[in-house]
C-alpha cells in the first residue's frame, strides 16, 4: 500500500556555524524541496520548514525551522526528510516514485517468481532494482529501463521483468 509521505531529501549535516544544514534533495528540480514543506523526519516526531540560503556544490545549504546552532545541525547529520505525497506531483504514467516500488513482486516474463524489490539505486546511469527474494544466494539487479522492465503494475503490486542474461548470475 503507498505510504502517506515520500523521502524527498537528507541532512548531510551543518554547513558554517550559525545553525545551517547542507541538504541533498531527492527531487527532479533541487530546489524544488521547499515547495513540499513541511518536511518530515521519518518517525514523522519532528517536522521543518526551511528556506534554501544557497546552492553547495551538488547540494543545497538551508536553514530549518527549530535549528539555530551548528551543534543542533550536526545532530540531524543523517536524517531523511520526508514530504506529504499529497503535496508531491503527480506523475506521467512511466515514472514512479522509489517509496511505490519498494515491495513490490518481481516476475520474469513467464510467470516465475523472481523475487521482490529490496531497493532501487543510481550510481548516475540510470536506476538499478535490488531484488530478493526466497531461494536466492544473492541479489539480482536489474536496470529499471522498459526493455528490462515492460510492465509496473502498482494496483497489482507487481512487476515483469524480462532481466538481461548477464544479471541473472548466481
Not at 47 to 74: M, N, P
Not at 133 to 156: E, H, N
Amino acid at each position: 500500500m503507498a505510504t502517506d509521505r515520500v523521502c524527498v531529501g537528507a541532512i548531510a549535516g551543518a554547513f558554517g556555524v550559525k545553525g545551517e544544514v547542507r541538504l541533498k534533495s531527492f527531487c527532479a528540480q533541487p530546489e524544488a524541496i521547499v515547495a513540499y514543506a513541511p518536511l518530515w523526519t521519518e518517525d514523522g516526531s519532528r517536522s521543518f520548514t526551511l528556506k534554501l540560503t544557497r546552492g553547495a556544490g551538488t547540494g543545497l545549504t538551508a536553514r530549518l525551522s527549530g535549528v539555530a546552532t551548528k551543534e543542533e545541525a550536526d545532530a540531524l547529520r543523517g536524517v531523511e526528510l520526508f514530504a506529504d505525497r499529497d503535496k508531491l506531483p503527480n506523475l506521467p504514467d512511466d515514472e514512479f516514485y522509489h517509496t511505490d516500488l519498494i515491495g513490490l513482486e518481481v516476475l520474469d516474463t513467464g510467470g516465475a517468481v523472481l523475487g521482490h524489490v529490496r531497493a532501487i539505486h543510481n550510481h548516475g546511469a540510470g536506476d538499478i532494482l535490488e531484488i530478493f527474494g526466497p531461494g536466492r544466494k544473492t541479489t539480482l539487479l536489474i536496470p529499471f529501463t522498459k526493455k528490462a522492465v515492460p510492465t509496473v503494475d502498482l494496483t497489482a503490486r507487481r512487476i515483469i521483468a524480462d532481466p538481461p542474461e548477464e544479471t541473472e548470475g548466481e
